[in-house]
């Protein structure tokens, strides 16, 4: 059984920084895509951020959202497990709930990457239960 399980969420002034932490146990498959979302009341869920690669030894490729380009930073610790989003310059208009999702690296999801873009929330089977994020000005 894959679990996701979002860490690090908190409250933080406008400015500051945060870093999310994404621990997955139980994948077993050798290409993944692992994407940071995030979600307001009353609107959609958002992509923020992806990382992925087709397998141990490949190229990792990641992406990201406009909004958060130059501010936000996605990596991973492959022997740990671990994804993280280090978050920079946080405002007000980061504030959310923000949830991990992973899943193979399918051929269409690979395409989204390769055009720069984080694949639908739609897309991805394995997910956490959220972390908050709240920015105070």
């Known amino acids: 059984e894959v679990k996701v399980v979002e860490s690090g969420g908190g409250s933080v002034q406008a400015g500051g920084s945060l870093r999310l932490s994404c621990r997955i146990s139980g994948y077993t498959y050798s290409s993944y895509i692992v994407a940071w979302f995030r979600q307001v009341p009353g609107k959609e869920r958002e992509g923020v951020a992806s990382i992925g690669s087709p397998g141990v030894g490949s190229d990792v490729r990641t992406t990201y959202a406009d909004s958060v380009k130059g501010r936000f930073t996605i990596s991973a610790d492959s022997a740990k497990g671990i994804i993280y989003l280090e978050m920079d310059s946080l405002n007000p208009d980061d504030t959310a709930l923000y949830y991990c999702?992973?899943?193979?690296?399918?051929?269409?999801?690979?395409?989204?990457?390769?055009?720069?873009?984080?694949?639908?929330?739609?897309?991805?089977?394995?997910w956490g239960q959220g972390t908050q994020v709240t920015v105070t000005s």
């Open positions: 999702a992973a899943d193979r690296l399918t051929i269409g999801k690979d395409r989204y990457q390769g055009r720069g873009a984080i694949p639908p929330a739609s897309d991805f089977e394995f």
